[in-house]
Each structure stands twice: as C-alpha cells, then as structure tokens.
C-alpha cells in the first residue's frame, strides 16, 4: 500500500512538472504585428499613410498600437501618417501590445528619394527660317546647360549631339557636318545620383565646306573645338 | 554530439539493468490522435497568411477566394515499444513514435480588371520520430488496471514549405514578406511527458489499453541544409517548432515471461 502510495505521490510530482515545462516553454499567444503602407518609395517631400488594423492577437484584442517612422517621429493608434522632407532610408516600426501586456513588432523599409535634377539647355547661334530655329552647316554652336537646377549640386553634364559624337561640361562646342535634324541630348547628374535628360531637335542646313576633307589627310573637326 | 551518447549510454545500462532483472516483457504498439501546440506556426504564420487572405478576399477590385489555411498539429501519433517489470507495479522501458501532419490552401486572384493574376499556393508539414525512455506505475489492479506513466523523450523534427504567395500589385506593401518557394527545415527538441492509462486485460497477457498523456517539449529551432532558419513569414524572427501537446492513444499490448 506504501508502496502505491509513493508511486501515485511520483506521479502527480511528474505531471505537476509537466504543467511547470509547459509554462516556460514557448509563448504560443504572442500578438502579431503587420501593417500595410501606401507608398514605399517617393520622392520628397511627401506624405505616408499606414494601417496597422491587419494586426491581431490569438488571445483577446490588441490594446496599443505604437509608432516610430525613422526620424524621429511617433504616432498611436492603428492608423498614422507621417511627411518625410528629407530624402534617405527610413525604418517604420509598429509595436502592438495586447491585453496581457504582451509585444510585437513589425518594420517596413520606406525610401524618401531625393528629387532629380532639371535639365535644359541652349544654343546658338541659330537663324529663324519659316518659323523654325535653324543652324548651317560647319557652323561653330555653343550649347550651354548652364540653366539645369537642382536641389543639391550639379556633378557632370553628358551631351549626346545625335551624330555619333559626344562631349561632357556644362558649356560645349559642336558642328555639324552634314544638313539634317538632330536630336541633341543633354543629362545632367546630381550629387545625389539622380539624373534627367533634357532633348531639343537641331535643324541644320547647308553642307561641310568646299575643303573639308573626310578621309582623314586634311581638317580634323574635334568636337568642341576648331579643326586643326 | 557528446552529450546525445552519453544520454544514449545511460539509457542503455538503465535499460540493460532493467533486462537482467526483470520479470516479465511487455511489447506494445497504437496508434490515436495527437494534438501539438505549433504556436509559432499557428498563431504567427497561419495566422499573418489567413489574415492578409481573408482582407484580399473583400479587397475591392480584386476578384477571388482562397480559403483560408487550417492550422497544423491535428495528426494521428504512432508509438511501439517495450517494457520489462521490474515488479508486479512498476515498469522500465522505451519506444519509438511517429506523427505527421499537414496544412494547404490554394487559389488565385484577378486584379486590374482581369489582366492581372495572382497565385496562392501555400502547403506545409510536419513530422516526427521520437524516442522515448520511461516507467510506468499500476496503481490499481482490479481487474481493471490504472496506470501512470512518465518518460523522457528526445525527438527528430522535419518542416516542409511549399509557398507561392503573390499578392496583388494594387494591394499596399506590406510590412510581412512571405517566404517563396520550397523548403525543408530540421531540428530536434527534447522534453517530459506523461499520463494515465487503463488497462482491459483480455486474455492471459494480452491487453488493450487506452492511454490519454500530455507532453511538455521544449520548442525546437529549425534549420535547412544552408544553415537558414525557418522564417515562413519573413519578419525576421525564426519559428521554432512546439510539439507540446495531447494525445489520446489505444495499444494492443503483450506480455510474456523472459527466458531467463
């Protein structure tokens, strides 16, 4: 009968343990944070929403919902705004907590990009023929980008003339060998990395001069610059 | 790796001890439900999955159903062994188990007017072998037997995914980014468990028993082949596997004298 008893008294100690492990092992009602944005990526300034409503909790409700946005800035509640004005990558966090005191959190990456740079340009000389702007040929242009903005600085200028020729610098020279319309491009990059094209059509009429010579032996036309 | 062969070393003397001084040899196998715990797989992936399923499905402009995923630890649990008595109330000995279970939904979504198609295609499974060592206590024998029991098991644990899960474009980004493709996890976890079992003796040595026991593991962390932890739900924190939990099993059991 001792005997039984000290057996029945080794079982309830093991199920007694048993409860205790179950206790420390893993918290299987931990909350769940997860969120949605309505933009992940813009150019600044610009303003973000967030939902945090897709949270839950497998026992009872969440109770508090926390922002962070990166920079600083907070926010409560299950939805939340927030304006980036500067450009740069910023971690958005949100924490629930529910009615047992117990967290979670959740984060999303959100880039704030820096605005591009503006390009634009002019050149000349250039004559006025039936309303439109043209240039002869063997015509020295200027082509000045000087008017491009941006926030920051602007760190290269790459001109593509259309002919096959380019040339870098934020004021070129360049002449046409032959009559015809080009498309002359402009790309200005800032110190950011940013870049943006700008594109005009050049008409030119007329023909090389009567001694240029092509094949090799006689004026070298450079781009930017006289022959030699 | 040293620890596991001494714990291996043990268990054979015990049970080797056990062998040279028993009575009689008790052989056993069932089968019955098994209920596992898999909170992190439950409460946090299936969960985080049903719930953006379940808003895509009233999303406006999205068109579809995908049924939501059920959860995983439902499975019916394997177990043989033996056990040699060492007197007419109690009992040393060991087994082996097996489970798996497993959870899937699939389906798809149309979206900007129908030029749009995303698939949903989620599976997963788990499965066990374990080993485990213990006694049993029969505190009652009146006709009727009413046993306790109590063990140590050390278990094998495998985790299969199979996730294609694209969300719509039109839908915001989300903060959670479901792990694409498959993937297959290991681990190990070890742990407690106990029970009651009554015993119907039907013939001189052969018995069914119905045997209801819990067990308490602690939650293993699962890895695959690279060394990449199970992260279903690509939050960034990994998802051990909990296999606590109940199960509810009948056994066919015989007992015979050892020859020695």
Redesign the interface.
């Known amino acids: 009968m001792r005997t039984k008893r000290f057996y029945l008294l080794l079982g309830l100690l093991v199920l007694v343990g048993l409860a205790l492990t179950g206790c420390l092992g893993e918290q299987s009602n931990v909350p769940k944070a997860m969120f949605t944005a309505s933009t992940q990526q813009k150019i600044v300034p610009f303003t973000a929403s967030f939902d945090g409503t897709l949270s839950y909790a497998p026992k009872g409700k969440i109770v508090s919902y926390n922002w962070t946005f990166g920079d600083g800035g907070g926010a409560t509640g299950p939805h939340a705004t927030h304006e980036y004005k500067s450009n740069g990558t910023y971690v958005v966090q949100l924490t629930v907590i529910d009615a047992q005191g117990v967290s979670n959190s959740s984060t999303m990456t959100v880039q704030a990009l820096d605005p591009p740079p503006v390009a634009t340009f002019t050149y000349s000389p250039k004559s006025v023929m039936n309303g439109e702007y043209v240039v002869g040929a063997s015509e020295w242009i200027t082509f000045d980008g000087s008017d491009s903005t941006d926030d920051g600085q602007i760190v290269s200028y790459d001109w593509n003339f259309g002919d096959g020729e380019t040339a870098a610098g934020q004021v070129v020279k360049h002449r046409y060998l032959w009559p015809g319309t080009y498309n002359v491009v402009l790309t200005v990059t800032d110190n950011s990395g940013g870049k943006t094209q700008h594109v005009e059509s050049v008409d030119i009429l007329g023909g090389p001069p009567c001694n240029a010579d092509l094949t090799g032996g006689g004026p070298v036309w450079h781009v930017g610059g006289g022959d030699s | 790796m040293k620890g596991r062969v001494t714990v291996g070393a043990t268990v054979i003397l015990l049970l080797g001890a056990a062998i040279a001084w028993a009575g009689p040899l008790e052989l056993y196998v069932g089968a019955g439900p098994s209920l596992a715990?898999?909170?992190?797989i439950?409460?946090?992936v299936i969960?985080?999955f049903n719930?953006?399923l379940t808003?895509l499905n009233n999303t406006p402009g999205v068109t579809g159903d995908v049924s939501p995923l059920g959860t995983l630890g439902t499975s019916i649990a394997y177990q043989a062994g033996e056990r040699f008595w060492l007197s007419n109330?109690?009992a040393l000995g060991g087994g082996v188990d097996f489970t798996r279970m497993a959870a899937s939904t699939s389906g798809s979504y149309n979206s900007s007017g129908g030029s749009e198609t995303s698939n949903i295609d989620v599976s997963f499974g788990c499965s066990s072998i374990g080993f485990v060592v213990g006694g049993r206590?029969?505190?009652?024998d009146a006709g009727i037997q009413l046993s306790?029991d109590?063990g140590f098991g050390y278990y094998l644990i495998g985790f299969d995914s199979d996730i294609t899960f694209e969300v719509p474009s039109g839908?915001?980004?989300?903060?959670?980014s479901p792990a694409q493709g498959k993937g297959s996890y290991h681990g190990s976890s070890y742990?407690?468990?106990?029970g009651l079992t009554l015993g119907f003796p039907i013939t001189q040595g052969f018995g069914l028993e119905i045997c209801v026991g819990?067990?308490?593991?602690?939650?293993a962390a699962m890895t695959d082949a690279q060394g990449q932890t199970l992260d279903l739900d690509g939050?960034?924190t990994p998802e051990?596997i909990?296999l606590?939990g109940i199960n509810v099993r009948i056994d066919l059991s015989l007992k015979m004298g050892l020859p020695f």
Do not use: H
């Open positions: 715990t898999l909170g992190a439950n409460n946090g969960g985080a719930v953006i808003d109330w109690f206590f029969m505190f009652l306790a109590v839908y915001p980004p989300l903060s959670i742990g407690i468990q106990g819990y067990r308490s593991l602690v939650p939050d960034g051990p909990d606590s």
